[in-house]
C-alpha cells in the first residue's frame, strides 16, 4: 500500500527565497503529515493535516505553512529560506480511521538553500 | 522527554550473517512501533509494524521484537545479502493518530 506522491523531487533555492512543496496522498488517506530529514539524522517531525486543519504540530518555526485540500493532497510551504532548511521533506499518508497508526511514506522532496 | 536511540549508528557484516539492530525508547506507553528502511537519497519504505500489544511482527527473514517494559525493540535479519545495505530507522507512535519519533538510524551494509 504505498501511492504517496511528491514533487519536486529535488529543488535548489537561495537563502530568503519561498518554497511550495506538494504531495498527493494515497487513495482513501485523510491525514497527511509533514517530516524534515536532515543528512545523517532521523526525519523530524513538522505537522500533521486531517480534514484540512492543522492536527498537530512539532518544533518548527511559523514560516514552515501547510495545506490540505478536499482530495486530500497536501502542500507545505517554507518562507524566508535558511541553509539549514536544506533536507529531505517526507510527506506520509494514513487512514484516521484504521487504528494501526501506519503511515505511508513517499519518496521525499530534496531541497537544496544556498 | 520522549526520545529513541538506535545502536549502532553503523553496521558492516559479510554476507550470509544474521544480524541485530537495536532501538530503545524512553517512555514505554507507545500505541506502536515501526521498523523502516532507506535507501540513500530515497523516502522510507514500512518493514514491520508492531502494535503494543504485539510482542513480535515477522516478514521473510526479517523479525521485529517489542519488550515494552524495557523499552527495547529489536529487528533481526537472517542470511543478510548486499541487497539489505541501507538505513534502517526505528520509529514510535504514542497516540493514536499521532506523530512519529525516530531513532537516527543504523546504516547497515552487507559486503559480498
Known amino acids: 500500500e504505498t501511492g504517496v506522491t511528491q514533487s519536486p523531487t529535488h529543488l535548489i533555492k537561495t537563502r530568503g527565497q519561498q518554497v511550495t512543496l506538494r504531495c498527493s496522498s494515497q487513495s482513501g488517506h485523510n491525514t497527511v503529515s509533514w517530516y524534515q530529514q536532515a543528512l545523517g539524522q532521523g526525519p523530524q517531525f513538522i505537522f500533521q493535516y486531517y480534514r484540512e486543519e492543522e492536527n498537530g504540530r512539532g518544533n518548527f518555526p511559523p514560516r514552515f505553512s501547510g495545506l490540505q485540500f478536499p482530495n486530500y493532497s497536501s502542500e507545505l510551504n517554507v518562507n524566508a529560506l535558511e541553509l539549514d532548511d536544506s533536507a529531505l521533506y517526507l510527506c506520509a499518508s494514513s487512514l484516521a480511521q484504521r487504528n494501526t497508526g501506519e503511515l505511508f511514506f513517499g519518496e521525499g522532496s530534496r531541497l537544496t538553500v544556498l | 522527554k520522549q526520545e529513541v536511540t538506535q545502536i549502532p549508528a553503523a553496521l558492516s557484516v559479510p554476507e550470509g550473517e544474521n544480524l541485530v539492530l537495536n532501538c530503545s525508547f524512553t517512555d514505554s506507553a507507545i500505541y506502536n512501533l515501526q521498523w523502516f528502511r532507506q535507501d540513500p537519497g530515497k523516502g522510507l519504505t514500512s518493514l514491520l509494524l508492531i502494535q503494543s500489544s504485539q510482542r513480535e511482527q515477522t516478514s521473510g527473514r526479517l523479525n521485529a521484537s517489542l519488550d515494552k517494559s524495557s523499552g527495547r525493540s529489536t529487528l533481526y535479519i537472517a542470511a543478510s545479502q548486499p541487497g539489505d545495505s541501507a538505513t534502517y530507522l526505528c520509529?514510535?507512535?504514542?497516540?493514536?493518530?499521532?506523530?512519529?519519533?525516530f531513532g537516527q538510524g543504523t546504516e547497515l551494509s552487507v559486503k559480498p
Open positions: 520509529a514510535v507512535m504514542y497516540n493514536q493518530g499521532g506523530k512519529l519519533i
